[in-house]
Each structure stands twice: as C-alpha cells, then as structure tokens.
C-alpha cells in the first residue's frame, strides 16, 4: 500500500463505487500506455518507491489516475530536466511533505478560527449578562467641602 486513503475503498462513509483521481482502476499495460512508458519502467519505479500503486489480492498493480500523472512527472523530470532518478524520489518526498503541511495548516487555521469564533460568542454573552443598574465607578477628587445629609421625613 501507498497510504492513500488507508488503502483500498478510500474514505469511509463514501460510494465504493465512485472513481476518484485515487482509485486504483489501470493495470500495468494500460499505465505504461496512458504514460508513455515502458512496462518494465514502470515496475523499475516501483522497485525504487517512485511511484508505488495499489495492488490486487494477487499482488497485481493497479495504478490510479494520480499514478498515471506521478509517471508523466518522473518521466518529465528525468527526460526534460535532467534530474536523476534519486533526485526525483527526493522532489516527490519534498512535495508529498509540503502537501501534508499544507493540510495541517489548514486544518489548523480552521481550529483557530473556531476557537475565536466561539470566545467572541462567549464574550458577547458575558458582556449581554452585564448588570445595567450599576454605574461604572469614576474617581472623584477629594475636597474639603462638608455636605450635610438630612433625611426626609417619613410620612405615616
């Protein structure tokens, strides 16, 4: 297995019979045709965990449309850029990597932003249950004057 999506039938809770750019459908002849390649490179890469599709029950490769663009990738590096075949591991390792990250972050920013949302919620309900017959207290400035306090008569 390669990791994706845990393996066969992707993600839980999903169609098992909705194809995604994931799903294991190519075999090898099929994968070395919509690539370009050889068979044989093809199992070369696999040897090497360039590019490691899905296997069958019996051990056959099943190659996904992913795959396919991950081959047209490697075959671009080596041929166009001159890049050899451990610098390619390298760059599909880096850029797998950055993509993880990228989720993470995402995932991430999502919590945060959560968690503002819901203390601003919290704040507003606390500042809502504020009291509104008590004044704010001011400081006064003290003085000398005398006031005098006579109460009122009660009537009765």
Known sequence: MNGRNGGRGGPR??????????????????????????PQTL???DRLGLVSPDRTAGRGRRYSARDIALLRQVQTLSQDE?????????????????AALQAKVAELTD??????????????????SYRRDL????????TSAL??????KKRG
């Open 135 to 142: 004044v704010p207290y001011q400081q006064v400035q003290q």
């Open 82 to 98: 001159g890049i050899n075949l451990a610098g390619i591991k390298r760059i599909i390792e880096l850029e797998t990597q950055v």
């Open 111 to 128: 919590a945060v932003d959560g968690a503002a949302s819901a203390m601003a919620q919290r704040e507003a309900q606390v500042h809502a």
């Open 147 to 152: 006031v005098v306090w006579k109460p009122k």
């Open 43 to 45: 199992r070369q890469y």
């Open 13 to 38: 809770g999903r169609n098992p019979y909705e194809l995604t750019e994931e799903t294991p459908v190519y075999v090898i002849s099929v994968a070395a045709e919509l690539s370009g390649l050889h």
